[in-house]
């Protein structure tokens, strides 16, 4: 499934985000940045230590990273170049200003992408796992943030991938791309 918004192709794909081909993959890491479970211990285990050693150079200089921020790292032994770590916000009953933090998070992550002239981008489903974010807001939150971005900036991308893990996401991400064509 694939939409356009101005020239970029917007996808939804249902595959491992470790094998994204892109040049660069999103982390929905911790505010530790020391890796975790789901996504981000996959991401760790498969480009190797790399990227946890300059994850910690990270933690000396800043002290790990605030919900709703982003930093880059090398992708190790990925294909990618680089991994963007990100921290979603964990869900508290929308009581936290969650979507506005999950905003951020895409928002944050665009614009440093963009800083760094990447061209493609695969986005996990951020915080919909252990963080326990409703998927379906999630996914609409993840959508419109995008065209937010790509509406309101000149930006180096050509080909951003929301990469679903669980078939419930991929079903949700595929209708709710649908409901904008
Ligand atoms: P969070 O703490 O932000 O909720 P999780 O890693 O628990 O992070 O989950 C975020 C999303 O990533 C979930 O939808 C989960 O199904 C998905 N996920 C887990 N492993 C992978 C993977 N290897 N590739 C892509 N997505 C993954």
Redesign the pocket.
């Known amino acids: 499934m694939e939409i356009r918004v101005k020239s970029v192709y917007i996808e939804v794909i249902k595959?491992?985000?470790?094998k994204a081909k892109t040049d660069c993959i999103v982390n929905?890491a911790?505010t530790s940045l020391l890796g975790?479970?789901?996504?981000?211990?996959?991401?760790h285990r498969a480009g190797g230590k790399e990227i946890l050693i300059e994850c910690m150079k990270i933690r000396d200089r800043q002290g790990g990273c605030p919900v709703g921020e982003a930093v880059i790292t090398t992708a190790g032994k990925l294909d990618a170049k680089f991994v963007i770590h990100t921290v979603?916000p964990?869900w508290n009953n929308g009581k936290s200003n969650e979507e506005e933090k999950l905003k951020d998070c895409y928002m944050n992550t665009l614009d440093l992408a963009n800083q760094y002239n990447i061209e493609s981008i695969a986005f996990?489903?951020?915080?919909?796992?252990?963080?326990?974010?409703p998927?379906k807001r999630a996914a609409e939150i993840a959508i419109s943030s995008l065209r937010e971005f790509i509406e309101g900036n000149n930006s180096s991308f050509k080909r951003i991938q929301f990469?679903?893990?669980?078939d419930e996401?991929y079903q949700i991400y595929v209708k709710t791309i649908k409901g904008l064509v």
Not at 36 to 43: F, P
């Open positions: 595959e491992d985000i470790t929905a911790n975790g479970g789901g996504v981000d211990g996959a991401i979603g964990v996990p489903n951020i915080s919909t796992g252990i963080y326990k974010f998927k990469v679903c893990f669980d996401n």
